[in-house]
């Protein structure tokens, strides 16, 4: 849903984290993957404007920053 939001293809977020673009379709598709590598995506979706939102009660999630 993040990449989706920021408009970015699976190549063009696997070069901001650095990782392969079959790393990403393997997150996507809900496999687990090393905690060092779901943090280095975590940072680039961040990076890009992504705000990641803890569980409260609905579910974790995400949303695009504000603009300031």
């Not at 993957?33 to 990076?47: D, G, M, N, S």
Request: aromatic content about 2%; cysteine-free.
């Amino acid at each position: 849903m993040a990449r989706a939001g920021l408009g970015l293809s699976v190549r063009q977020l696997a070069e901001k984290a650095r990782v392969s673009t079959n790393t990403i379709s393997r997150l996507e598709a809900g496999e687990e993957l090393k905690p060092r590598t779901v943090e280095a995506i975590q940072r680039a979706l961040e990076e890009a404007g992504v705000e990641f939102i803890a569980e409260n009660g609905g579910g974790a999630g995400v949303r695009l920053k504000k603009a300031s």
